[in-house]
């Protein structure tokens, strides 16, 4: 059974859906690397290593895809409050004149 390699370096990638969907499907194959490891005849010591280093990989890729996904939220957000219309000083001036 051969362990595919995950950076466990900081993630700077794109935050793009492509990306997201890329590292939902990486999660996919680790999950299903797993299942058939825990179906596997190995003896119990190296599969329990392998078991761990896949878990680790999974979790990786699960953080990598909360923070593209955080990314893509700020930027949303971002961009949402930038097209807002600026009409909030005409109402804070209504406001004051109000309590005048």
């Known amino acids: 059974m051969n362990v595919s390699a995950v950076s466990t370096g900081s993630y700077s990638g794109d935050s793009s859906p492509t990306t997201v969907a890329q590292l939902k499907k990486q999660k996919k194959e680790l999950e299903e690397e797993l299942k058939e490891l825990n179906n596997s005849n ?3 010591k190296t599969k329990q290593t392998e078991i761990q280093q896949l878990q680790l990989q999974i979790q990786q890729v699960e953080m ?3 923070r593209a996904q955080n990314k893509t939220a700020k930027s949303s957000g971002e961009s ?3 097209d807002t219309p600026s009409s909030n000083n005409t109402d804070n001036a209504n406001v004051l004149d109000k309590l005048a």
């Open 64 to 66: 990598q895809i909360q």
């Open 80 to 82: 949402a409050a930038n």
């Open 42 to 44: 190995e003896d119990a």
